[in-house]
């Protein structure tokens, strides 16, 4: 196994590798490359496209989402629907698989206390279906408590 090879080439010799030998020596050349995270499809992390699978053996494998090598016996099997009617499958580490699982469960949250009226909407949580003018409770710095402004010749 060359050096030379691109990261593609070595993902597809890892995919095919027969051999423990192999499989370590691409997943050591593999692990020299920066990681090329893709969150484009994090919408469709809902708990129903996933499946978890474990394994009785290690098993080495390119996280499709953080774009990591990963060594595992456990593996997630992400079934994403695509916009023409099929889906991809994509395999993915557990850690990606339990970041997707809370993000679902903070959104399911958030519209519960919403609706609840614990948490106002908007209000820097990367909601935009509400926001609130909170301008009435700023005060003028130099207003005193009575609301008119003092200056430091009448304070003793």
């Known amino acids: 196994m060359s050096n030379s090879l691109s990261r593609k080439e070595l993902i597809e010799l890892l995919d095919c590798a027969k051999s423990s030998k192999e499989r370590n ?3 050591k050349l593999l692990k020299r490359f920066d990681p090329v995270p ?4 994090d919408d469709h992390g809902k708990r129903a496209n996933f499946q978890l699978k474990e394994f009785n053996y290690v098993l080495a494998f390119v996280c ?8 595992a ?5 992400w079934n994403v629907p695509l916009e023409n009617g099929k889906t991809l499958k994509k395999h993915i580490c557990t ?3 339990n970041q997707l699982l809370e993000g679902e469960e903070v959104t399911r949250l958030r519209t519960n206390h919403q609706r609840q009226g614990l948490v106002p909407k908007g209000m820097g949580f990367g909601l935009t279906d509400g926001v ?3 301008s009435h409770l700023r005060r003028d710095i ?3 408590p009575g609301g008119a402004s003092s200056s430091s010749s009448t304070l003793r």
């Open 25 to 27: 020596k691409a997943v």
């Open 64 to 71: 499709g989402r953080c774009s990591k090598v990963k060594q």
């Open 95 to 97: 850690g990606c698989y």
């Open 132 to 134: 609130t003018d909170y």
């Open 142 to 144: 130099n207003a005193g």
């Open 73 to 77: 016996k456990t593996k997630v099997f």
């Open 38 to 41: 893709n969150y484009d499809y």
